[in-house]
């Protein structure tokens, strides 16, 4: 599993923008990251084995995380960014095992070991 992010860039506050991560597969279950300068990679979305998604109190009701599994692409639409929401931010994927994701509905971040290389989200 090869990941690769695109979409990042610089924004005024309330601005949107959508992050794109190609190399997602039926094998893998996804998830959005981030890390600020200074700060530990927090866990951003991620999606379940049962299409539930769960995701950080700092963004919810800003972004949208969704999949084309036609596309084999993963989304993270963030809207009404803020200067806080400044950072890296990286897709990672951990294994599904057969119908499941590995991991269960909260998974702790080290059951993610696929990852990209990140794209800078930079919001003034």
């Known amino acids: 599993v090869q990941l690769v992010e695109s979409g990042g860039g610089s924004v005024q506050a309330g601005g949107s923008l959508r992050l794109s991560c190609s190399g997602s597969a039926s094998s893998v279950c996804m998830g959005w990251f981030r890390q600020a300068p200074g700060k530990e990679r927090e866990r951003v979305a991620h999606i379940n084995d049962d299409g539930t998604i769960a995701y950080a109190d700092a963004v919810q009701g800003r972004f949208t995380i969704s999949e084309d599994n036609v596309e084999n692409t993963l989304y993270l639409h963030m809207t009404n960014l803020k200067p806080e929401d400044t950072a890296v931010y990286y897709c990672?994927?951990?294994?599904?095992?057969?119908?499941?994701?590995?991991?269960?509905?909260?998974?702790?971040?080290?059951?993610?070991?696929?990852w990209g290389q990140g794209t800078q989200v930079t919001v003034s």
């Open positions: 990672a994927a951990r294994r599904r095992v057969g119908q499941y994701c590995s991991g269960g509905p909260r998974p702790p971040t080290n059951f993610f070991i696929y």
